[in-house]
C-alpha cells in the first residue's frame, strides 16, 4: 500500500499542466483526448478545464458525468484520477480560472461564445511513484 496522501500528491502534480480526460460516448465507448488545466495546478481534488458548449467532450459530460483524468511526469510519476464533471458558463467562474496562455484557443477570452468551464471533481486517486504504487478516496 502506498504511503502518498492528497497532499503528497498535490506537490507532484504542481508541474503537471497537461492530462488525458477520458469521458465516455453516446455509443458506451470510451473517448480521451488531452486537456490543459493551465496551471491551476494547487491540487486539492478539484480540476478545471475550459472547452466550448458545442464540443463532443461536453455533450459526453452532459449525458454521463463521470471521467478519468491520467497525469504522468518525466520523473515516473503517474496518477489516475476518476471523478465527476459538471460544466458551466458563469462568468465568475471562468474568471476564477482563467489563465493567458488560453487565448491561443479562445481568441475573445472568457468573452468567446458558448466557452465552458469544466469542473472535475475526483473522488478516487490511483497512483504510481516510481517502486511505489497507492490509492486512495479523497
Known amino acids: 500500500m502506498g ?14 499542466t497537461i492530462c488525458m ?16 488545466n493551465n496551471a ?12 466550448l458548449e458545442d464540443s463532443d467532450l461536453v455533450k459526453e459530460l452532459a449525458a454521463h458525468n463521470q471521467v478519468n483524468l491520467s497525469f504522468q511526469s518525466d520523473h515516473k510519476f503517474y496518477a489516475s484520477v476518476m ?9 465568475e467562474e471562468l474568471e476564477a480560472h482563467w489563465a493567458d496562455s488560453l487565448d491561443k484557443w479562445f481568441e475573445a477570452g472568457i468573452n468567446t461564445p458558448g466557452i465552458t468551464l469544466i ?20
Open 83 to 91: 471523478g465527476n464533471a459538471s460544466a458551466s458558463s458563469k462568468k
Open 40 to 51: 491551476d495546478v494547487a491540487y486539492d481534488g478539484n480540476s478545471y478545464f475550459f472547452s
Open 3 to 16: 504511503t502518498l496522501n492528497l497532499e503528497d500528491i498535490s506537490k507532484k502534480m504542481r508541474k503537471l
Open 21 to 36: 480526460m477520458s469521458t465516455k460516448t453516446s455509443e458506451g465507448q470510451i473517448s480521451s483526448r488531452p486537456m490543459s
Open 119 to 138: 469542473h472535475v471533481k475526483a473522488n478516487r486517486i490511483k497512483y504510481w511513484d516510481g517502486d511505489e504504487s497507492g490509492e486512495f478516496d479523497v
